[in-house]
């Protein structure tokens, strides 16, 4: 089956622009998690959705990023008024349920540049 | 959750075998030590999840001692295409909404 699907897979913009970046999880997968990745670094934790439940939102780094989750399925993320330290990979995932050992299902990510 | 501590980085051979440890010394009654792998460009891939003793699967094999402080991957027979970063997670069953923290891992770097 489809794994989870991520887009762009690249973009680039100026800085004070606002950015959008889609993920469509793989289906029936009820949790759905955003992670920002920069060179050579771990991943960092943003957002999480589980279900009709409110989002997690306590890795979100500035109240420039929201992330929102239609219908339980497509999720967006929102950087408005970009900044340089935003250039990064976005990472989505989705998992089978709310039980954190539920292996993750990642995407490869949106690369996002701010010039 | 409980911290994880693995080596930055690791060279080895083709054909050898590799083992990455990772040492959780908080881990909980109820946690899990799961491993991913991740190569250039793309999203982190689950390798295999376990509790206590050892679990194998086609990719890799994992062992966790009785005190569960620590866990080790071991990849048989590594190739040039296992060259990638290991990431090593514990979490709980039964945390709800508490996320997987990804360190930095241990990046593996196969060498003909």
């Known amino acids: 089956g489809a794994g989870v699907s991520q887009s762009p897979s690249n973009k680039v913009t100026e800085k004070g622009k606002d950015v959008e970046l889609r993920c469509d999880p793989i289906?029936?997968?009820?949790?759905l998690y955003w992670y920002r990745q920069s060179l050579g670094q771990g991943l960092e934790f943003l957002i999480y959705?589980?279900?009709?439940?409110?989002?997690?939102k306590s890795g979100l780094p500035s109240d420039r990023f929201s992330a929102e989750r239609t219908g339980g399925s497509v999720s967006t993320l929102t950087i408005q008024r970009t900044q340089q330290e935003d250039s990064a990979v976005y990472l989505c995932?989705?998992?089978?349920?709310?039980?954190?050992?539920?292996?993750?299902?990642f995407g490869d990510g949106t690369r996002l540049s701010i010039l | 959750l409980a911290k994880t501590t693995q080596p930055i980085s690791m060279d080895s051979y083709e054909g050898q075998e590799v083992n990455i440890t990772c040492s959780h010394n908080?881990?909980?009654?109820?946690?899990?030590i799961t491993w991913y792998q991740q190569f250039p460009s793309q999203g982190p891939r689950f390798i295999i999840q376990?509790?206590?003793t050892k679990v194998t699967n086609e990719v890799a094999s994992l062992f966790i001692p009785a005190d569960r402080k620590s866990s080790t991957l071991s990849l048989p027979r590594v190739s040039l295409s296992d060259t990638a970063v290991y990431y090593c997670?514990?979490?709980?069953?039964?945390?709800?909404?508490?996320?997987?923290?990804f360190g930095k891992g241990t990046r593996l770097s196969v060498i003909a």
């Open positions: 995932a989705s998992s089978l349920a709310r039980r954190t050992n539920q292996p993750q299902h």
């Open positions: 289906s029936g997968h009820t949790a």
């Open positions: 959705f589980q279900g009709n439940s409110a989002p997690d």
């Open positions: 908080n881990i909980a009654t109820n946690d899990y």
């Open positions: 376990g509790y206590k």
């Open positions: 997670l514990v979490g709980s069953r039964n945390s709800g909404n508490t996320p997987l923290v």
